[in-house]
Antibody, heavy 120, light 106 residues
Framework: EVQLVESGGGLVQPGGSLRLSCIAS????????MNWVRQVPDKGLEWVAH????????YYVDSVRGRFTISRDNAKNLVYLQMNYLRGEDTAVYYC?????????????WGRGTLVIVSS | DIQMTQSPSSLSASVGDRVTITCRAS??????LNWYQQRPGKAPSPLIY???NLHSGVPSRFSGSGAGTDFTLTISGLQPEDFATYYC??????????FGQGTKLE
């Protein structure tokens, strides 16, 4: 079955760190840019980061650049999001999302999400 | 950043109605506009890509149009399962790939 499953969320204090994982099954991660998208509970969606098929390029939304790092292990079909210096405004459900390939891309596959709560 | 503005933020409708949701981009994004549906407690699911193309398996009562800065999502003949929140997203070459704030259909 083609799917994405996130893990690693939880409660963390402000200033703390957390690493999210996303395991892909049913397809080869090395064929796709992979993305993290987050959603504050009962609020809208925000694109967070993505990295290239071979992991050599990565891009971030301004609010997380310098604090978050996206990486991947294609051999294990895993994508990671290392989150450091966490803030209250990082509290959200974090989704792993796969885009289609090509210029006319869109997210055709989403995980169920993992909840991150930043609170003291 | 490209700002995406959806209207209305919420919409009341009944089964069988025809509804239209609009999405406006703060700059020209060509046809690089996607629509997603999100039901409570679930991840978003794709509906329409590049403004007017239906994702595989999406019922034909959903349609999209527009180009440049103004886009619409239309649902013709609402079904009970269509009551959800809808988001637009720009997928142009300009990062970040911003989403609209959502339209809750109730």
């Amino acid at each position: 079955e083609v799917q994405l499953v996130e893990s690693g969320g939880g409660l963390v204090q402000p200033g703390g760190s957390l690493r999210l994982s996303c395991i892909a099954s049913g397809f080869s991660l090395s064929d796709y840019w992979m993305n993290w998208v987050r959603q504050v509970p009962d609020k809208g969606l925000e694109w967070v980061a993505h990295n290239k098929e071979d992991g050599t390029e990565e891009y971030y939304v301004d609010s997380v650049r310098g604090r978050f790092t996206i990486s991947r292990d294609n051999a294990k079909n895993l994508v990671y999001l290392q989150m450091n210096y966490l803030r209250g405004e990082d509290t959200a459900v974090y989704y792993c999302a796969r885009p289609t390939r090509g210029n006319d891309w869109y997210y055709d596959l989403w995980g169920r999400g993992t909840l991150v709560i930043v609170s003291s | 950043d490209i700002q995406m503005t959806q209207s209305p933020s919420s919409l009341s409708a009944s089964v069988g109605d025809r509804v239209t949701i609009t999405c406006r981009a703060s700059q020209n994004i060509g046809i690089f506009l996607n629509w997603y549906q999100q039901r409570p407690g679930k991840a978003p699911s794709p509906l329409i890509y590049t403004a007017s193309n239906l994702h595989s398996g999406v019922p034909s009562r959903f349609s999209g149009s527009g180009a440049g800065t103004d886009f619409t999502l239309t649902i013709s003949g609402l079904q009970p399962e269509d009551f959800a929140t809808y988001y637009c997203q720009q997928s142009s070459v300009t990062r970040p790939y911003t989403f609209g704030q959502g339209t809750k259909l109730e």
